[in-house]
């Protein structure tokens, strides 16, 4: 569903990504680890439209969408997370949910006096969506706390929801594991388990945790100095001396 081809990413004199080529299959959830300044964020934005290319191609679903704002994306059905919740801290867990669909009724001021009863019918449909959202989130009993009271584990759900208000295709995650602790990270992995197998949605995961990596992907991409070094499953991945010298900066002889 996603090619990505020769991607190269400058800034000035500094290449952030320097060719990256990889391929991601509909209903996988593929995992993207390296050390820090290996690229993986700046992939990130380029893919989900953030930055332009310098040059290279992406392509979703088939079509050369390289270059396309992150709003345009959106609409397609690529929808991506952040290391940092970006939620509407002073609106309600619920409010947060209901913001994400685009083109309700409500947002045009005429319809709301000309057209007031497809509003009323579209938001209580949007709120209805809103709250089984939550439920399958197991975040019903915070769906009137502010977002911004919400811990980070919280957080980290509730923006997993707002892509799940959207009937996303391809969701890329960062880091959904910073800031979360081990109990409700559990419970992230499973919902995102059951996202997948279930409801058939594809994940691009950016992760430092091994556990959680080994978990859910399959396959797992190794970037280091804006290059992909390898990808293939978590085991050949993890014991591939490449890896292992771009984690621990030294030279690693193969067992």
Request: with cysteine; net charge negative.
């Amino acid at each position: 569903m996603l090619e990505l081809d020769q991607l190269v990413r400058d800034f000035g004199g500094f290449r952030a990504v320097n060719g990256c080529s990889f391929s991601v299959a509909e209903g996988s959830i593929t995992g993207l680890i390296g050390p820090n300044g290996a690229g993986k964020t700046t992939l990130f934005n380029l893919i989900a439209g953030a930055l332009r290319p310098t040059s290279g191609h992406i392509r979703f679903f088939g079509e050369d969408v390289t270059g396309l704002s992150s709003d345009a994306l959106f609409h397609k059905g690529l929808v991506r997370t952040f290391q940092i919740p970006h939620e509407f801290h002073r609106l309600t867990a619920l409010e947060n949910l209901m913001m994400v669909p685009p083109k309700q009724p409500g947002e045009n001021l005429f319809s709301n006096w000309l057209s007031w009863g497809k509003v009323r019918n579209s938001e209580a449909g949007v709120e209805r969506k809103a709250y089984e959202t939550l439920e399958f989130l197991d975040l019903t009993h915070v769906a009137h706390e502010r977002a911004g009271n919400l811990s980070g584990g919280q957080k980290k759900l509730l923006e997993l929801g707002r892509t799940m208000m959207t009937d996303a295709r391809l969701v890329l995650l960062d880091e959904p594991a910073a800031g979360v602790n081990r109990t409700l990270l559990r419970k992230l992995e499973a919902k995102i388990k059951i996202l997948n197998k279930e409801r058939g949605y594809t994940f691009i995961l950016i992760e430092h945790d091994m556990e959680m990596i080994e978990k859910l992907c399959t396959p797992v991409v190794c970037m280091a100095e804006g290059k992909v070094l390898i990808e293939g499953d978590f085991q050949s991945v993890r014991s591939d001396p490449r890896v292992l010298e771009a984690y621990l900066g030294e030279t690693v002889e193969p067992a």
